[in-house]
C-alpha cells in the first residue's frame, strides 16, 4: 500500500460531487416538496407576489420569481451559502419586509435553510440573481466540488430597481406538473391574501380552491355580513402552515388564524378535524373601523363579539356535519398507535375495542388524541384480564385441592369466559407439542426455534411464572453485561430489539427476564423484584453437577454485580435432556436465612409431562362446569372464530384440461 505524499498531511475532509442532493431528502427528489420549500423562502422573504414558470418540456429553465425583500451580493454569501444556516439564530422567527409593506407581520417558515437548494430536484447546478437598494448580485451555483458541498462558479453584479429574488435552472429531471404544483401551493398558502402565488401566470382564488367544502354567508347581528369558506386542505396539500380560522378583511389578515375566536376555544386545536380543515371569514371594507391600527386583532366592542359568536356558532355546525367522516379515520389512528397492545388481543377482543373506539370517536368527536388513546389503552387493559390468558393464571395459580376456590372462580365465569380459556388452553397444548417434537431433533436450533417457545411460555416452569408482568428491561441487561461478560465475548449478547434477553454461551442458551415493583414516597421510583434465569442447554447435553454451579454462580454474580436495582429474588431453571443421577436438583441461595436464589434442574421430558397433566385435567373440567349449555350453541359459538377454509376449484369443463 502506498503511503500518502508528505504535502496530503493535514488534508481536510472530501466530498462527493453528489453529497448535497443525497443529504436533501425529498426536497431532492420530489419536485412538489421542491417548489413548496422554494416559495416558503419567498415567504420568509417578505414577498407578496411570487411567479412560478414551470416548462412544458426537459431542457427549458423553470424560473421562481418573487418581490420579496431580496439580498446584497454579502448577505447572500452568509445566508445563502452557509450550510445548515440558522435562519432563528441570525434573523428570528420574523419576517423582514420592505420598506413599502410597513406594518405587515408574518411567522416564518424557514429553520435550517435546506429548503433554498430546491432547484437541485432538477438539475446539480442553478441559477440566483437577488437585488436590493438599486443594486444586484447574480451567482452560478454549483456541486460539482469535492473541497464544498455546493459553491459559486460564477459571479457578477448588476443595477436593478425595487427589490426581489429570481431563481432559475434548466430543467434535466423529475419536471412537475403546473396544475398540480398550484393546487398545492395554494391550498398550502390559503390563509392569507397578501401573499399569491402564480403558476405560469396563473393563481388559485379562495373561492376555486380544490378542497373548498362550503361557502356561507353569515349574517352578523347589528353588523354588515360577512363570507365563510370552508377548505379541507388535505385535498391539495398535506400541511398548511396555520390551521383553524382566518379573518380576512378587505383583502387583508387580521391577526393569526387559529381555532380561539376572541376568548372562545371553538374545538381543540390538536384534534384531528382542526389540523385537516380551514375557515375563513371573509369581511368587506366596512369592518376596516373595527380593526386595531397594527391589524393584530379587531378592537374591543359590541361589534366584534357579534362577528366572533356568528363565527363560533358557524364552526360548531360545520364541525358536527364533517365530524362523522373522520370517525373511521380518528378510530384507525389510535388503533394503530397501540397496535403493540392491540394485536395481543383475541379476535373478538380486538373487534371489540375497535367498536368501542369508534362510538366514543362519534359520541365526542372534539376529543383530544391523547385523551382517546388513554381510553383505549384501558379497554384494552380490561379486555386483556377477561381474556383467556388472564383467566388461565388464575386458574393455573390456584392449588388442585382447593375445590372450593376453583368452583367458586368458574362460578364467576361467563360461558365466553370459558370459551377463551379453552382456547388458551388448546393454544398451549400445541405449544407443548412443539416443544416435544423440537427437543428431540438433535439438529434444532435451540437459539432461533427452542428457546423462543420455551422463554416465552414461562406457565411451563410453574404457575407464579404464568404473569406478563415478566420481561426485560435495562438494569437487567446492564447486570447481565457484567455477569456474562466475565465468560464470553460482547457478539454473545443477541441485541435485535426482539429478543434483548438473551445471551448466547457456548454450551446453552440464556434468557433473562424479571419483574418490576414502585417504592418510594410517591411510588416512583422501580425496583427488580423477581427474576427468572432460563437455559437451554444445546445438543443431547446431559445436566450434572458442573451445570449446576454454573447457574448458581449466575446467580451469585448478578447478586453481586451492583447493578440491579432492590434485592430481587433469583429463580434460574436449567433445561437438558438428561439429568445425571447423582446431581442434585435444587440448589437454594440464602443470606441470613433469606432466600435470595434457587438454581433448578429440569429436562424437556419432565416440562411437557407436566404441563400436559395440568392443561389437560383443566381442559376435561371447565366444559363440565358448563354442563347446562347446549351443544348447539356452543358449537355456534366456536364456529364464529375465523378460520382457514379450503379452495373449491370449479370442475373442468368439456373438452378442456385443467
Given at each position: 500500500?502506498a503511503?500518502?505524499?508528505k504535502?496530503d ?5 472530501l ?5 448535497l442532493?443525497r443529504t ?5 427528489h420530489d419536485p412538489?416538496v421542491?417548489?413548496t420549500?422554494l416559495?416558503?423562502?419567498?415567504w ?10 414551470i416548462p ?9 420569481q418573487?418581490d ?11 445566508r445563502w451559502m ?5 435562519r ?5 422567527q420574523?419576517?423582514?419586509f420592505p ?10 417558515y424557514?429553520?435550517?435553510?435546506v429548503?433554498r ?8 447546478s442553478y441559477?440566483v440573481e ?7 448580485a447574480?451567482?452560478?451555483i454549483?456541486?460539482q466540488s469535492?473541497?464544498n458541498?455546493?459553491?459559486?462558479e460564477?459571479?457578477?453584479?448588476f443595477?436593478r430597481?425595487?427589490h426581489?429574488?429570481r431563481l ?6 423529475h419536471?412537475?406538473?403546473?396544475d398540480r404544483?398550484?393546487e398545492?401551493?395554494s391550498?398550502r398558502?390559503?390563509?392569507?391574501p397578501?401573499?399569491?402565488v ?7 382564488s379562495?373561492a ?8 356561507m ?27 383553524g380560522i382566518a379573518?380576512w378583511?378587505n383583502?387583508r389578515l387580521?391577526?393569526?388564524p387559529?381555532?380561539?375566536v376572541?376568548?372562545?376555544?371553538v374545538?381543540?386545536?390538536r384534534a384531528r ?6 375557515i375563513?371569514v ?5 369592518w376596516m373601523?373595527e380593526v386595531e391600527?397594527?391589524w393584530v ?6 361589534k366584534a363579539d357579534?362577528l366572533f359568536?356568528?363565527v363560533?356558532?358557524?364552526?360548531q355546525?360545520?364541525?358536527k356535519k364533517?365530524s ?7 378510530s384507525?389512528?389510535?388503533l394503530?398507535?397501540?397496535?403493540e ?5 383475541s379476535?373478538?377482543?380486538r373487534?371489540e375495542?375497535?367498536?368501542?373506539t ?14 382517546l ?6 379497554v384494552?387493559?380490561?379486555?386483556k384480564?377477561r ?5 388461565l ?10 375445590i372450593?376456590g376453583l368452583?367458586?372462580l368458574?362460578?364467576q ?10 382456547d ?7 405449544v407443548?407439542?412443539?416443544i ?5 431433533d438433535?439438529?434444532?436450533d435451540?437459539?432461533h426455534?427452542l428457546h ?5 411460555a414461562r406457565w ?6 404464568d404473569?406478563r408482568e ?14 456474562f461478560g466475565?465468560r464470553?465475548?460482547?457478539e454473545a449478547?443477541v441485541?435485535?430489539r426482539q429478543?434483548?434477553d438473551?445471551?448466547?454461551l ?9 419483574t ?6 410517591d ?5 427488580i ?6 437455559e437451554?442447554?444445546k ?8 451445570e449446576?454451579?454454573?447457574?448458581d454462580?449466575y446467580?451469585q454474580?448478578f ?6 436495582d432492590?434485592?430481587?429474588v ?6 437438558g ?7 442434585v436438583?435444587?440448589?437454594e441461595n440464602r443470606?441470613?436465612?433469606v432466600l435470595r436464589?434457587?438454581v433448578?434442574?429440569?429436562?424437556y421430558g419432565?416440562l411437557?409431562?407436566t ?7 383443566l381442559?376435561?373440567?371447565i ?6 349449555v347446549?351443544?348447539?350453541e356452543?358449537s355456534a359459538?366456536?364456529?364464529q ?14 373438452g378442456?384440461?385443467t
Amino acid at each position: 500500500m502506498a503511503r500518502p505524499k508528505k504535502e496530503d498531511a493535514g488534508f481536510g475532509s472530501l466530498f462527493e460531487d453528489d453529497y448535497l442532493v443525497r443529504t436533501l431528502g425529498r426536497i431532492a427528489h420530489d419536485p412538489e416538496v421542491a417548489l413548496t420549500e422554494l416559495v416558503a423562502n419567498a415567504w420568509d422573504a417578505g414577498a407578496s407576489l411570487v411567479d412560478l414558470t414551470i416548462p412544458p418540456v426537459r431542457e427549458i429553465p423553470l424560473v421562481v420569481q418573487d418581490d420579496g425583500h431580496g439580498m446584497n451580493a454579502a448577505q447572500f454569501k452568509t445566508r445563502w451559502m452557509t450550510l445548515g444556516y440558522d435562519r432563528i439564530r441570525h434573523q428570528s422567527q420574523t419576517v423582514e419586509f420592505p420598506a413599502e409593506r410597513k406594518g405587515w407581520r408574518r411567522r416564518a417558515y424557514g429553520r435550517n435553510g435546506v429548503g433554498r437548494h430546491g432547484l437541485l430536484c432538477f438539475a446539480d447546478s442553478y441559477s440566483v440573481e437577488t437585488w436590493r437598494d438599486g443594486k444586484g448580485a447574480s451567482f452560478e451555483i454549483g456541486t460539482q466540488s469535492r473541497e464544498n458541498p455546493f459553491k459559486i462558479e460564477k459571479e457578477s453584479s448588476f443595477l436593478r430597481a425595487n427589490h426581489g429574488t429570481r431563481l432559475s435552472v434548466i430543467v434535466e429531471r423529475h419536471l412537475p406538473d403546473p396544475d398540480r404544483i398550484r393546487e398545492i401551493l395554494s391550498a398550502r398558502f390559503l390563509h392569507n391574501p397578501q401573499f399569491v402565488v402564480r403558476v405560469n401566470g396563473q393563481s388559485v382564488s379562495l373561492a376555486d380552491q380544490t378542497g373548498l367544502i362550503e361557502r356561507m354567508t353569515l349574517e352578523v347581528e347589528g353588523c354588515p355580513s360577512a363570507e365563510a369558506f370552508v377548505v379541507d386542505s388535505s385535498r391539495a396539500a398535506k400541511s398548511t402552515l396555520y390551521q383553524g380560522i382566518a379573518f380576512w378583511v378587505n383583502g387583508r389578515l387580521v391577526g393569526t388564524p387559529g381555532w380561539i375566536v376572541g376568548s372562545e376555544a371553538v374545538i381543540d386545536g390538536r384534534a384531528r378535524f382542526a389540523k385537516r380543515y380551514s375557515i375563513v371569514v371573509k369581511a368587506e371594507d366596512d369592518w376596516m373601523g373595527e380593526v386595531e391600527q397594527d391589524w393584530v386583532r379587531f378592537k374591543a366592542g359590541g361589534k366584534a363579539d357579534a362577528l366572533f359568536a356568528a363565527v363560533c356558532r358557524y364552526a360548531q355546525e360545520v364541525f358536527k356535519k364533517l365530524s362523522a367522516n373522520l370517525v373511521e379515520e380518528s378510530s384507525e389512528d389510535v388503533l394503530v398507535r397501540n397496535r403493540e397492545q392491540f394485536k395481543d388481543l383475541s379476535p373478538l377482543g380486538r373487534i371489540e375495542v375497535a367498536s368501542f373506539t369508534q362510538e366514543l370517536v362519534q359520541n365526542n368527536p372534539t376529543i383530544h388524541p391523547d385523551t382517546l388513546s388513554a381510553a383505549v389503552q384501558a379497554v384494552i387493559n380490561l379486555e386483556k384480564s377477561r381474556g383467556g390468558a388472564s383467566l388461565l393464571e388464575r386458574l393455573t395459580k390456584l392449588d388442585e385441592a382447593d375445590i372450593e376456590g376453583l368452583d367458586r372462580l368458574l362460578g364467576q365465569w361467563t360461558v365466553s369466559d370459558a370459551l377463551a380459556v379453552l382456547d388458551e388452553i388448546d393454544r398451549r397444548l400445541a405449544v407443548v407439542a412443539a416443544i416435544e417434537k423440537l427437543s428431540k431433533d438433535e439438529n434444532t436450533d435451540e437459539l432461533h426455534t427452542l428457546h423462543p417457545l420455551v422463554t416465552q411460555a414461562r406457565w411451563l416452569f410453574g404457575p407464579e411464572f404464568d404473569s406478563r408482568e415478566y420481561a426485560s428491561n435495562i438494569s437487567l441487561r446492564n447486570a447481565a453485561e457484567i455477569v456474562f461478560g466475565k465468560r464470553v465475548a460482547r457478539e454473545a449478547f443477541v441485541n435485535s430489539r426482539q429478543r434483548p434477553d438473551i445471551v448466547v454461551l457456548a454450551d446453552a442458551t440464556c434468557s433473562i427476564v424479571g419483574t418490576e415493583s414502585f417504592d418510594g414516597p410517591d411510588g416512583s421510583l422501580t425496583r427488580i423484584q423477581d427474576v427468572l434465569i432460563i437455559e437451554l442447554k444445546k445438543g443431547r447435553s446431559e445436566i450434572g453437577r458442573v451445570e449446576m454451579n454454573q447457574a448458581d454462580g449466575y446467580v451469585q454474580d448478578f447478586l453481586g454485580s451492583g447493578a440491579l436495582d432492590g434485592t430481587p429474588v433469583f429463580r434460574a431453571f436449567v433445561v437438558g435432556h438428561t439429568i445425571d443421577s447423582k446431581t442434585v436438583r435444587e440448589k437454594e441461595n440464602r443470606e441470613e436465612g433469606v432466600l435470595r436464589g434457587r438454581v433448578v434442574a429440569s429436562t424437556y421430558g419432565q416440562l411437557v409431562r407436566t404441563a400436559n397433566q395440568r392443561l389437560f385435567r383443566l381442559r376435561e373440567k371447565i366444559p363440565a362446569r358448563y354442563e347446562d349449555v347446549s351443544g348447539a350453541e356452543l358449537s355456534a359459538r366456536v364456529m364464529q372464530t375465523p378460520s382457514q377454509v379450503g379452495l373449491a376449484l370449479p370442475a373442468p369443463t368439456e373438452g378442456k384440461k385443467t
